[in-house]
């Protein structure tokens, strides 16, 4: 073996060797012990690049499963959202509204299509977007409301695909946080004609680095197609639909490989497993505490009716952002990984000088006050309750009860 490969392995080890202390992490990415068998396969078969038949079980299950017309498995959310973009033919000057508290990728994607973005606030009581807010930034320029589904649960998707069916505008929800979860009894992802999924290691179930684009409305399919394949007709091709492939419209490489499709697969058979695994870890926490709210300034997530939780994330929102960052370090020096989260994107660097809709008060103070505990299918009982332990003797100790 040459040296240059022996540093390699070396350098991967000494990484997952750190991650072994008595530390609690923020995650740890899930295995169902699956995966590597799934992806011998793929190397059996000897055929690693896209849309080949672990890609296409994987876009049945969620067809089948949550009942979209059709999805397309690409190499991230991010992607998704950018083939989302291209799908809409935005042209410049046409505007999205979409929340301020979300990751740069759902902005992204619609500036690279010279978009103008409108920022909405977030809620008082939850961090997903206020359809007060969108009702106040619709124009008759606009072209796309984004909604993302923070923690995986709903937005008012009543009230926005009204707002957006009045406005003449797209519905497009960027759940990336949001498998499993449904609103008044339907899985998310299917109320936009559009909607986007992510697979990072971060997510309830992930391939590393993976997203999906699930399409509600037919007539964006056949492009979807074409967009993800280079801009051209391969997948009408392949389907014996037309007997030579062209390159008939603009596109990209968002197609993600077999090898990545197969250890979604192995993720996907265990899906429900998964799910009731974290949301019992989540139940503890809330349990745990739920007394906290009663006698500090501290909340804990908030469901509205129709709502359910998927228990993406566990998070609690502080007073301000001296006691949410004294708590993120309370919890360091006990050995336990708490983070903050999103950074308000219309205060972002790249954007405060673009910025016209005033300020976003509550996207602000989720952006200074709210924290992620750990949450993942390993965590123990007694792990969750050292961490719970922990955060009430800070509570404690800083109000001074
Ligand atoms: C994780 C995430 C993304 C990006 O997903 P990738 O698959 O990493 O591209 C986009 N939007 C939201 C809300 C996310 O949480």
């Not at 969620?62 to 042209?91: I, N, P, V």
């Not at 949001?178 to 004609?193: C, D, M, P, R």
């Not at 009716?305 to 360091?332: K, Q, W």
């Not at 990984?337 to 219309?346: E, I, K, M, R």
Request: with cysteine; aromatic share 10%; hydrophobic share 40%.
């Amino acid at each position: 073996m040459t040296s240059a490969s022996d540093d390699y392995l070396y350098t991967i080890t000494l990484k997952s060797s750190m991650d072994n202390s008595l530390r609690i992490p923020f995650n740890k990415p899930f295995l169902t012990g699956n995966e590597q068998e799934l992806i011998a396969r793929i190397f059996e078969a000897r055929s690693f690049s896209g849309n080949g038949p672990a890609t296409q079980w994987c876009e049945t299950f969620f067809e089948k499963r949550y009942g979209f017309r059709r999805a397309l498995l690409t190499s991230s959310c991010s992607d998704a959202l950018e083939m989302a973009a291209l799908l809409l033919d935005l042209k410049p000057g046409d505007e999205v509204i979409l929340p301020s508290y979300t990751f740069p990728s759902t902005a992204n994607a619609f500036v690279l299509r010279g978009a103008v973005l409108r920022f909405a606030d977030s809620c008082y009581d939850q961090p997903n977007i206020d359809v007060d807010a969108v009702r106040r930034l619709v124009s008759a320029r606009t072209r796309a409301i984004v909604c993302v589904h923070y923690s995986g649960v709903a937005c008012d998707l009543k009230a926005l695909q009204k707002i957006a069916a009045d406005a003449g505008a797209v519905l497009i929800e960027d759940a990336a946080h949001a498998i499993e979860s449904a609103y008044e009894g339907k899985q998310l992802g299917t109320f936009g004609a559009l909607s986007t999924f992510s697979f990072h290691e971060t997510k309830n179930v992930h391939c590393g680095e993976g997203g999906l684009l699930a399409i509600n409305d037919e007539k964006y399919i056949a492009r979807a197609e074409i967009l993800r394949e280079k801009g051209t007709n391969r997948a009408a091709f392949f389907r014996g639909e037309v007997d030579k492939y062209n390159w008939v419209d603009v596109g990209s490489s968002f197609l993600t490989n077999e090898m990545t499709a197969a250890f979604l697969a192995a993720q996907l058979q265990e899906l429900e497993k998964i799910q009731v695994g974290r949301i019992s870890r989540w139940e503890r926490y809330a349990r745990n505490l739920k007394e906290l709210e009663s006698k500090y300034p501290v909340r804990m997530p908030v469901f509205r009716p129709g709502t359910t939780n998927n228990a993406h994330l566990f998070y609690l929102v502080c007073d301000s952002m001296e006691t949410r960052n004294a708590l993120i370090r309370h919890l360091n020096a006990d050995n336990i990984q708490a983070v903050f989260h999103y950074q308000s994107l219309h205060a972002s660097p790249f954007f405060r000088d673009k910025h016209r809709n005033g300020s976003l008060p509550n996207a602000d103070r989720y952006t200074d006050c709210l924290v992620r505990l750990p949450l993942f299918n390993e965590l123990s009982d007694s792990d969750i309750d050292r961490v719970t332990q922990s955060v009430s003797r800070f509570f404690r100790d800083r109000y001074l009860q």
